[in-house]
């Protein structure tokens, strides 16, 4: 039976199209530096917020009209796929992703709930042979029963540790079955609320020991996904181990693991933060760690993780321009980590939310092409820079300056004079490039 009778297929109809169900800028079909966009952003949906969330917040009941809401236990799981592939085939989406609790009920016990998660995977794997859309990457909800309440690989209770442990090996069990391409760690209870009770050393180590162990296993039953970490900062946990992608780097370095994690980034983690979303995929792509991304934005004006749908342009291009200069995302995705607003409750509603981001990073793909292609930002930093291309700069760089020398040299000058840095006129640019790829007139 079809649950979203009211909306077709989605197609591209451009932008001058007033029909709400329709592309305006995301063409699957068209060629962004030699790909498609369709192979370039690689959306995803997130089964959480789309099929799982119902809209409560903490001052109010859920608010979302679901007709597989009528269900509960396995049959309410079983309904939620059925309406998970129908909207993937409405969308044309390639990829999904979820939580191991999204797509079936923890059990009386683990064993019950690993038995519940091989019904729902069975039928999963029997919907994605039909499916054009693939599992860009799962995960173990460690963070919402009240066993996590002092975390899962950290907490302070090594039977916690152990559960944890075996929720992962299934869930590694689980990516290799339905063939997913990533497989994630969100720490939303790795870290502490307070210090003085912390054994900050032994939960870090335990933290460390615990992906050598995952590490172990994806390697003895040939899992080859690439294992991504979701930095972020805090929520729930007052400070989270994963803080950002420059403290984790940190840590995969100390332990050793840098070799076998990227990052998976999400822009309102990265607010949280502290920075910028462009701040923090600028910190990975240095450093070669860009694995995958979570799409979607907060709200300046509060101050928690609220998941918005991106639209918000300039946030986009400069996001698209992080990940086109790093090649792409290789096996990772945009992944629609977002959720509609408590007061958009209607079915339709979760399609004008995804097309409304699709279009708004088909955008930002666009404009920061052309950027690149145009060398709009690489000629203002190596103007910027060029002190260091010749004369003094250039022995700094090459390793041929001392102190010794420097001084000598610095003795020696005249007035030093600065360059303005023009950020507004940089901004300025941006902003024409932005506007004449969204009404295609020159300005």
């Not at 199209?17 to 060629?31: G, H, L």
């Not at 990073?361 to 060398?375: S, T």
Request: negative net charge.
């Amino acid at each position: 039976m079809e649950i979203f009778q009211s909306v077709q297929k989605i197609e591209y109809e451009g932008p001058n199209s007033e029909n709400p169900f329709a592309f305006k800028y995301y063409n699957p079909n068209e060629e962004i530096q030699g790909q498609t966009m369709e192979e370039l952003l690689r959306f995803s949906v997130a089964y959480w917020h789309t099929f799982v969330g119902d809209g409560s917040d903490p001052f109010g009941q859920g608010t979302m009209q679901r007709s597989w809401n009528q269900y509960d236990g396995m049959d309410l799981a079983k309904s939620r796929v059925e309406a998970a592939f129908e909207l993937f085939e409405k969308l044309q989406v390639p990829f999904y992703c979820f939580h191991d609790v999204d797509i079936a009920p923890e059990g009386g016990s683990l064993r019950e709930t690993f038995a519940n998660l091989d019904q729902i995977v069975a039928l999963l794997k029997e919907h994605m042979k039909s499916s054009k859309t693939k599992l860009l990457w799962n995960t173990a909800n460690q963070f919402s029963h009240p066993r996590w309440v002092h975390g899962a690989a950290t907490s302070p209770n090594a039977d916690v540790f152990a559960h944890a442990a075996a929720k992962v090996k299934k869930g590694l069990e689980i990516a290799l079955e339905l063939g997913a391409e990533n497989y994630v760690f969100w720490g939303g209870r790795e870290g502490y609320e307070t210090l003085l009770n912390t054994d900050m050393k032994l939960e870090l180590d335990n933290l460390a020991r615990f992906f050598h162990m995952a590490i172990d296993y994806a390697k003895e039953i040939g899992f080859k996904g690439q294992f991504l970490i979701e930095p972020k900062p805090k929520e729930p946990t007052k400070h989270q181990y994963d803080f950002d992608v420059a403290t984790g780097l940190a840590f995969l370095q100390s332990y050793g693991l840098k070799d076998y994690f990227k990052f998976n980034v999400e822009a309102n983690h990265a607010t949280l933060a502290g920075h910028t979303f462009e701040h923090e995929l600028r910190v990975a792509r240095t450093h070669g760690m860009l694995g995958s991304v979570d799409a979607n934005q907060g709200d300046t004006l509060l101050g928690w993780d609220t998941d918005e749908f991106p639209t918000d342009l300039y946030s986009t291009t400069l996001a698209m321009y992080e990940i086109l200069k790093n090649g792409g995302l290789g096996s990772g995705g945009l992944n629609f980590d977002a959720k509609v607003r408590r007061g958009s409750f209607e079915p339709e509603d979760l399609f004008h939310a995804h097309i409304a981001g699709m279009d708004s990073f088909a955008i930002g793909a666009k404009i920061a092409a052309q950027l690149i292609e145009d060398k709009v930002l690489e000629n203002v930093i190596e103007d910027r820079y060029s002190s260091y291309s010749e004369g003094i700069g250039l022995e700094i760089v090459e390793g041929k300056a001392s102190f010794h020398t420097l001084e000598q040299y610095a003795l020696e000058q005249g007035e030093i004079k600065n360059k303005s840095g023009r950020q507004e006129a940089i901004k300025g640019v941006i902003n024409r490039y932005l506007i004449e790829t969204c009404s295609g007139v020159k300005v």
